[in-house]
């Protein structure tokens, strides 16, 4: 017969578990921490507290640890694997999230890593809410071959059937190349912050090796080249507490998915108002440039707009605002940059 288990052995089960979960929400050591902050970015936790409303998220699958074997891999098994996953709310709707934690494997991606993510994506879908993704890894976890690959695979092959069903949202927040930087890409906005987040298909050295050109991390794939010259990153900013706090903006002005519409919200703004303001802004001489951006600020609801792509193409401006409290979105020519005209 198996002896008896008493109380007291489960208690003690029970306090070794809630130890174990402390371990990994502290994660790895003080001074992997204190490296992250020296480079002047937060925590994986850290910027999930700031991304939803406070005390909402529900983790999943927090003690999940691969299960890899060779090149010491199987001496260093850390819980959650690299990637914090699970929702919250912003504004009191659910938003399911998912964190590199470059503080574990820098933050690649191996099998158990992305099976977590399959997860949290799947049960986004499910839920009919969107999806926002912080990005700080170094892409695929090559001790773990193929696995890995196969693992960004299936993020990919989610990331284009969630397209037009749900959003979703991409937050560049380190260093991400590779399958890091393939899937970003692949996802409706892109945030960036400057000096401390680039996205490459490879990092500086392979061009260097290859090509021979000197080239900057930045210079390659920093937050400025994107939201300038490729167009790849929609929205950046020059640290991580104002990015996330536009990227709850964002969520405010996005609905849940393709069956919902936005959120109204109750306007101050007085609907039938005239503005007088218009008048100067607007010249009669169709020859004359004026900022269009000033125009939109007079029509919508107190004065605010989200311009998505500000600083590429700016010879046409493409922003989200609100009418009467309703969402809509806005296109308008910019006469102050080429004249507004149309190009590619």
């Not at 839920?127 to 700080?136: C, F, Q, R």
Request: net charge negative; proline share 5%; with cysteine.
């Amino acid at each position: 017969m198996a002896p008896a288990v008493g109380p007291s052995h489960a208690r003690g089960r029970v306090a070794e578990l809630r130890a174990i979960r402390v371990q990994a929400v502290a994660g790895p050591c003080e001074k992997a921490t204190k490296a992250q902050h020296a480079k002047g970015k937060l925590t994986a936790r850290e910027r999930i507290g700031l991304l939803l409303d406070e005390g909402s998220f529900q983790e999943v699958e927090q003690l999940r640890r691969h299960r890899a074997t060779g090149f010491g891999l199987e001496a260093k098994k850390p819980h959650t694997d690299g990637v914090i996953t699970g929702w919250g709310t912003v504004e009191g709707r659910t938003v399911f999230v998912y964190a590199h934690d470059f503080r574990i494997f820098g933050g690649a991606l191996g099998e158990a890593h992305a099976a977590k993510i399959h997860k949290i994506m799947d049960m986004a879908v499910a839920a009919g809410a969107p999806l926002v993704s912080l990005n700080d890894g170094a892409g695929a976890r090559i001790q773990e071959g193929v696995s890995a690959l196969a693992g960004y695979g299936g993020i990919f092959q989610r990331n284009t059937r969630a397209s037009g069903v749900i959003p979703q949202i991409s937050v560049m927040l380190g260093p991400c190349a590779g399958g890091a930087a393939y899937s970003p890409a692949l996802t409706d906005f892109v945030f960036m912050v400057r000096e401390t987040s680039q996205m490459f298909i490879t990092g500086p050295d392979v061009v260097r090796a290859v090509t021979g050109e000197e080239i900057t991390h930045n210079g390659l794939g920093g937050a400025d080249v994107h939201a300038e010259t490729s167009g790849v990153c929609h929205f950046a900013y020059d640290d991580e507490e104002s990015c996330l706090a536009e990227v709850r903006y964002l969520l405010s002005l996005l609905p849940q998915n393709n069956r919902q519409f936005p959120p109204r919200v109750p306007c101050t703004d007085p609907p039938a108002r005239r503005s007088e303001v218009l008048l100067d802004l607007v010249p009669a001489d169709g020859s004359r440039p004026y900022d269009m951006g000033r125009v939109i600020e007079e029509i919508v609801d107190d004065g605010e707009y989200l311009e998505v792509h500000e600083r590429w193409a700016r010879n046409v401006v493409c922003a989200l605002a609100r009418l009467d409290g309703q969402v809509v979105g806005i296109v308008a020519n910019q006469p102050q940059a080429l004249a507004g005209v149309l190009d590619i």
